[in-house]
């Protein structure tokens, strides 16, 4: 599913959708468990992807790619979209292609590098509300464990809860590896999130995964970040909703 037919998904209630996961929450307090994807979900990876971009203009004496910015990866996790966007010709992106590719993939899942990602829009006072609530919050990424530093000290920048934080009560669920499949590896988390309590809600942008968790926990609501995706030609199950960030204007006060 295309990017903007997943925008157009966004109903006018969705905050009220929100607000109700709280509600459910602090109703069953350390029993709830919420889990969030982060990149693409509570993470702008854009900053992460500008920055690798201008370094790689740097080290080869590219101008226009030295002054990439977030703004020039508008479109989604195209590289060639983003080199275009910095001003480069058709010719010039597909002959720098698979060397800045190789660039990118040496740094992009490091922590030296994932602590330059900011945090959507509301989603550090959500969290804040959602712990407030006392259930448990579990990160559930596709990043791997060599990431798990620069993760735990973005959250803390972005004024996320972080692990081991609120009691023992907030988990980060990561990939032993960068090797495993991303898919695979969430569908095998969801046992462990259902040993943990009960699922009242799960957050990610991929389709895919949102359509594991709808399959998994039929009873929680599932919630899509409408930012971008893998561009995986997916449609959502039917109940998914969709949203555009976590800003609540009375979040601290429901909290």
Not at 146 to 153: H, K, L, N, S, Y
Not at 191 to 199: D, E, H, K, S, Y
């Amino acid at each position: 599913m295309a990017f903007e037919d997943l925008k157009q998904r966004v109903r006018p209630d969705w905050r009220d959708t929100l607000r109700g996961i709280l509600e459910k929450a602090r109703s069953l307090g350390p029993q709830a468990v919420l889990a969030f994807d982060l990149d693409s979900t509570l993470f702008d990876n854009r900053p992460r992807q500008a920055r690798i971009l201008r370094e790689y203009g740097d080290a080869r004496s590219l101008g226009l790619l030295s002054a990439c910015e977030p703004h020039h990866w508008e479109t989604g996790w195209d590289m060639r979209a983003a080199m275009r966007a910095c001003g480069l010709g058709d010719a010039d992106v597909e002959r720098l292609f698979s060397d800045a590719r190789a660039f990118w993939q040496e740094r992009f899942f490091t922590s030296a590098y994932c602590v330059s990602d900011e945090a959507i829009e509301g989603a550090g006072a959500f969290l804040q509300a959602v712990a407030a609530t006392g259930a448990q919050v579990v990160y559930l990424t596709g990043r791997h464990e060599g990431m798990r530093e620069g993760t735990v000290a973005c959250l803390a920048r972005c004024g996320m809860v972080t692990p081991p934080g609120e009691g023992g009560r907030v988990h980060l669920v990561m990939k032993p590896t960068l090797a495993e499949d991303d898919d695979a590896f969430k569908r095998e988390a969801h046992a462990r999130l259902g040993r943990m309590g009960t699922v009242v809600a799960a957050f990610d942008n991929e389709p895919t995964h949102a359509n594991d968790y709808r399959h998994r926990f039929p009873e929680a609501t599932v919630i899509h970040l409408a930012t971008d995706h893998s561009g995986r030609a997916v449609e959502l199950r039917d109940g998914i909703v969709s949203v555009p960030h976590f800003a609540l204007e009375d979040v601290t006060h429901r909290a």
